[in-house]
C-alpha cells in the first residue's frame, strides 16, 4: 500500500541552542540509530551552535540559507546543496529569505560520490 503523506507539518519547535524561526517534524525511523526529519527556518531564523548527535546530513530541499561548521565560516546553500556533520561536530545553520530541509542522521550513513 502506498503512503502518502505531507513531511513540512512543523510539529514541533527548535528553542534549544538559542534557535530562532525553526520547525522539525520526525518523518521515519528505523530499527536501529537512523532518523529523517524535516527542519524549516523561517526567513532570518537560525539553528544555534550545537554538535551533531551521530553523523548527520542536512540537504536543502527548497529556499536557501548557510551552514557554519565549527571555524563559525558561513557557507551558502540552495536547494539541491547538502553538508554531511560527524558526530560530536560544531555546527549552525540559518536564512535571510526561508529555507527547508531534511535531516538525515545516524551512525551508519555512507556518503556517494556523484557520478559523472
Do not use: K
Amino acid at each position: 500500500m502506498v503512503h502518502i503523506f505531507r513531511f513540512d507539518r512543523a510539529e514541533r519547535p527548535i528553542t534549544r541552542f538559542a534557535s530562532t524561526g525553526a520547525t522539525a517534524t520526525r518523518v521515519a525511523a528505523g530499527d536501529g540509530p537512523g532518523y529523517v526529519t524535516c527542519l524549516a527556518i523561517a526567513p532570518g531564523g537560525a539553528i544555534g551552535t550545537h554538535p551533531a548527535p551521530v553523523r548527520q546530513l542536512f540537504l536543502v530541499v527548497a529556499g536557501e540559507g548557510w551552514v557554519a561548521g565549527p571555524d563559525g565560516q558561513q557557507v551558502a546553500l540552495t536547494a539541491g546543496w547538502g553538508v554531511c556533520w560527524e558526530a560530536g561536530e560544531q555546527h549552525t545553520s540559518g536564512t535571510e529569505s526561508g529555507l527547508t530541509a531534511l535531516a538525515v542522521e545516524g551512525d551508519g550513513l555512507q556518503l556517494y560520490a556523484p557520478q559523472d
